[in-house]
């Protein structure tokens, strides 16, 4: 069990990562004139980041933790700071998601959105974060 929970953080670790730096890649690369080189170096970063190191962390840390809660039966379902976590969970898989969207915005010279609006969203994973430590360390309730 230590070393599916150990694979777990590391998954967490890699994937929350990639969340807090491609928003920072975005907020530069819509100042990049379409077609340049460094829109097309910025495509290529963006692409590598998200499907060679995001999703296959997001992934990752979805089946470690699964097999933590079910496989171990480690997580007492009754207890609320629980369900926050899950929540947290798909909350930041759906920004993923949502991640991807943009990128496939810049992928096809259609991104509409400013580097304010790219800065503004930088911290959403942060602070979907900071809740699941708190949730998963503290367990307020």
């Known amino acids: 069990m230590e ?38 170096t910025f495509k290529l970063m963006e692409r590598r980041l998200y499907r060679g190191i995001m999703t296959p962390a997001m992934l990752a840390t979805w089946i470690f933790g699964l097999w933590l809660a079910f496989g171990y039966g480690i997580v007492d379902f009754s207890m609320g700071w629980m369900w926050l976590k899950a929540a947290m969970v798909i909350a930041l898989s759906g920004v993923h998601g949502w991640y991807g969207s943009l990128l496939r915005a810049f992928q096809q010279d259609r991104n509409v959105k400013s580097d304010k609006f790219f800065r503004s969203i930088n911290e959403i994973p942060f602070v979907i974060a900071i809740v699941i430590v708190i949730a998963v360390i503290v367990k307020p309730f």
């Open 3 to 40: 070393w599916v929970k150990a694979l777990h953080v590391i998954s967490v670790i890699a994937w929350m990562a990639g969340m807090m730096y491609l928003p920072r890649l975005f907020v530069y690369h819509a100042d990049a004139e379409v077609g340049s080189d460094k829109s097309e």
